[in-house]
């Protein structure tokens, strides 16, 4: 039986194209129900506060640098989306007094936009390095910096930024969600070619590593709407990414819902997902299910509702 077209864009695969139960099934989820969605490999984590949830984001950066050392570096793979977490990092690094290059520790930037071919340079507004460095690495004291070659960014040779995740311990990637389920932006693909009657299997986009991709128009449209107050005109229509292949290099995923970035349906689906082991391509983030150690933060106050409120 051939599956729904999109409703959101007729030429790409995404999560309006699965089962209608399914889709049913995660707008019953409540709280409690959320919460019960923790299994082996896979842990669901509420958060009271703002500052409590963009707290526990900021540890994470500290924990994996702490692990590191000249023998064997760290490090964490991080997000712009969300943000909030990056000037708390690094309070907590100048707090402590954590000297990131006697730890030889490393970070990954996760994406960065492309135009005509190439990754934007740190001038361009919306360059997630450029954000990277003036919310977190600026504000680290001098002496306690990371060393400039242990920021690793998809910037330059994709293949090199690959490899650095088996020289590298990634100990935790981060991740927020988007509108369409991505994490990082590794988005579903088009409606097209080989993939036009279903789209890849998991095991196929699984085996996909840090590429230049093709974005979906729902992603371009949000991230107008949480960076640039809606100019859609600003955001280029493609990024590199890291893909599958690097994120299951890292023992850790971890995923942060502080409830602005997707919505109360799209925040339960993929849980629901990777709870039940249902990994499916036009919901990328599904595809975790798989992944040995997945965890999904939630901001109590950003779970809302799934039900009809007319505005």
């Known amino acids: 039986m051939s599956r729904p077209i999109s409703k959101l864009a007729p030429d790409w695969w995404d999560y309006t194209t699965l089962d209608p139960e399914l889709l049913a099934d995660a707008a019953r989820i409540d709280e409690r129900k959320l919460k019960g969605l923790s299994r082996p490999g896979f ?11 963009y707290a526990a984001e900021a540890l994470e950066y500290i924990d994996a640098w702490r692990q590191s050392t000249p023998d064997n570096p760290a490090g964490i ?5 969300p943000t909030e977490q990056l000037p708390v990092v690094a309070r907590i690094v100048n707090a402590l007094g954590l000297d990131l290059k006697k730890h030889d520790a490393h970070f990954w930037g996760m994406d960065e936009w492309v135009i005509d071919g190439q990754p934007v340079s740190t001038d361009h507004p919306l360059s997630f390095a450029k954000c990277d460095q003036a919310m977190c690495f600026d504000r680290i004291d001098k002496k306690l910096r990371i060393p400039e070659k242990n920021l690793h960014f998809p910037t330059g040779d994709l293949g090199a930024y690959s490899q650095s995740y088996d020289d590298i311990r990634c100990v935790v990637m981060q991740g927020g969600q988007g509108e369409i389920k991505h994490w990082a932006f590794n988005d579903p693909l088009p409606r097209a070619g080989k993939y036009k009657d279903a789209p890849p299997t998991p095991e196929e986009y699984r085996k996909l590593g840090t590429r230049v991709v093709k974005l979906h128009p729902v992603t371009i449209v949000q991230n107008a709407r949480t960076s640039g107050g809606g100019n859609v005109a600003m955001v280029p229509t493609h990024a590199a990414t890291v893909g599958p292949k690097e994120t299951w290099k890292a023992e850790k995923v971890s995923i942060w819902h ?8 799209g925040i339960r689906l993929t849980a629901l997902m990777i709870s039940k082991r249902l990994p499916d391509s036009a919901v990328p983030m599904s595809l975790l299910a798989d992944h040995p150690n997945v965890h999904f933060h939630y901001l109590r106050s950003g779970i809302g509702k799934v039900e009809v409120e007319m505005h």
């Open 43 to 53: 842990t669901v984590h509420f958060y009271d506060s703002v500052e409590e949830f």
């Open 77 to 81: 793979c991080g997000p712009i989306g």
């Open 258 to 265: 502080p409830g602005h970035h997707d919505n109360p349906f």
